[in-house]
């Protein structure tokens, strides 16, 4: 019955707020969060406009209750948001380093200095799809909804040719993981905290 009256829409500009307080809401201990409302709406920002990036929400009674978001383009996109908040982000290490937020301090110097190192010696294949963030408020779990929200995905994916697309997920998710597993993930590997996962998108003979 709750199907019935979920709507799922594309994300517009309008929406980002809310899915930037959402985001906040539900993912509490990820590092995106603790860089701070401003910037993760910024982060969000950066997918505008993406041909590659699929950007869904699912509202009940105008509020948006879950979300997903995928592309074919995430280094770019991520380079030019680094970039683009270099100001804010040294801000943010200044602040972090000054409370001995380590967590927060190491994550950030890393991620940032990263995309200066890398841009000469990078690789030009052609990117992987990927799954960067679902996520389904705490009240409209289990009802299918990220159900609904992946099919969409996969449909539009499949309208691209895509053939297979990836995801990392914290080892300790382990809700997560059994939904990725159920959906048709299969695991490719771990590195550190984080698992890789993979789905190969079937096309019908005929397509
Ligand atoms: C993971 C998440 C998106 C699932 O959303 P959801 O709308 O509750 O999932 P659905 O109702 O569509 O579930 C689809 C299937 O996955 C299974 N599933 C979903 N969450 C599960 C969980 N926590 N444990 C076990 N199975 C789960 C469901 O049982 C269902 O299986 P079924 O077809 O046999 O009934 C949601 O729990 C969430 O937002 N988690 C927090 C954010 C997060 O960690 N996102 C991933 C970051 S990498």
Known sequence: MMNEVIKVEVVSKED????????CKIFRNYFLK????????????AYDDDKGTIFLKASYNN???????TTSNYSNIIKNFYKDNFYLL?????????????T???GLKSRVMNVFKKSKEEN???EENCLLSIAIDD???????????INKVEMQLKENQVKAYSLS???DNTGAKKFYEKIGFEKIGGKGELEYYTKKLNFRKEE
Do not use: P
């Open 16 to 23: 980002l707020e809310e899915i930037v307080e959402l985001h």
């Open 34 to 45: 603790n860089l701070g409302f401003e910037l993760v709406k910024k982060y969000y920002q």
């Open 63 to 69: 509020e948006i209750v879950g979300f997903v978001l």
């Open 90 to 102: 040294s801000k943010k290490i200044v602040i972090e380093t000054l409370k001995m937020n380590k």
């Open 104 to 106: 927060i301090f190491l």
């Open 124 to 126: 030009v294949e052609e």
């Open 139 to 149: 009240n409209f779990r289990g009802k299918k909804i990220a159900d609904v929200l």
């Open 169 to 171: 997920v914290k080892k």
